[in-house]
T-cell receptor, first 110, second 111 residues
Framework: DQQVKQNSPSLSVQEGRISILNCDYT??????FLWYKKYPAEGPTFLIS?????DKNEDGRFTVFLNKSAKHLSLHIVPSQPGDSAVYFC?????????FGAGTRLTVKP | DARVTQTPRHKVTEMGQEVTMRCQPI?????VFWYRQTMMQGLELLAY????????DSGMPKDRFSAEMPDATLATLKIQPSEPRDSAVYFC?????????FGPGTRLTVT
């Protein structure tokens, strides 16, 4: 069962524009959410996280928004840069469990 | 530059053979995770340890997989006997809570 879903397998944006990656979850026990970035032939790299007590967390060009009632989170990257091109995974944790989404491949075009 | 190391980086083996993957977590991290990534299933959590004690291994096929932490600097994932469906990239990660730092992975191919 897919408890964490990233419905867009890919996203393409122009350099300098905003990238918005979405993630939905089903398990209300999840209370901590993370985004990871993955380049080919490397392990995922932690990007940003948010606790369920917040609805927004910002770190430089990256902002994560959490809508608990909709069980939805999103990652905004602005401005997008070609080096941001990678696969982005969202993850949800809680109740001693952690689940990852299938990932969204972001391509930022120069 | 602290990082998680994994050995071997690549492993090709025949069905039925034992496979052992090793992971050295970042010094000071008290939580170690094992994941498997396949095209079909994506990134799956197999097991994790906190302070070397296994907390959850419900994601792991118990009949053939085993995970241990003999000491704070070494985590192992063993498959015996291996099967072609075990072919995947296996990642180890370490952290203090749920924020994890991943190793480069071990690409396992079972023929």
């Amino acid at each position: 069962d897919q408890q964490v879903k990233q419905n867009s397998p890919s996203l393409s944006v122009q350099e300098g524009r905003i990238s918005i990656l979405n993630c939905d979850y089903t398990n209300s026990m999840f209370d901590y959410f993370l985004w990871y970035k993955k380049y080919p032939a490397e392990g995922p790299t932690f990007l940003i996280s948010i606790s369920s007590i917040k609805d927004k967390n910002e770190d430089g060009r990256f902002t994560v928004f959490l809508n608990k009632s909709a069980k939805h989170l999103s990652l905004h990257i602005v401005p997008s840069q070609p080096g941001d091109s990678a696969v982005y995974f969202c993850a949800a944790s809680g109740n001693n469990d952690m689940r990852f989404g299938a990932g969204t491949r972001l391509t930022v075009k120069p | 530059d602290a990082r998680v190391t994994q050995t071997p980086r690549h492993k090709v083996t025949e069905m039925g053979q034992e496979v052992t993957m090793r992971c050295q977590p970042i010094l000071g991290h008290n939580t170690v995770f094992w994941y498997r990534q396949t095209m079909m299933q994506g990134l799956e959590l197999l097991a994790y340890f906190r302070n070397r004690a296994p907390l959850d291994d419900s994601g792991m096929p118990k009949d053939r997989f085993s995970a241990e932490m003999p000491d704070a600097t070494l985590a192992t994932l063993k498959i015996q006997p291996s099967e072609p469906r075990d072919s995947a990239v296996y990642f180890c990660a370490s952290g203090l809570l749920w924020e994890q730092y991943f190793g480069p992975g071990t690409r396992l191919t079972v023929t």
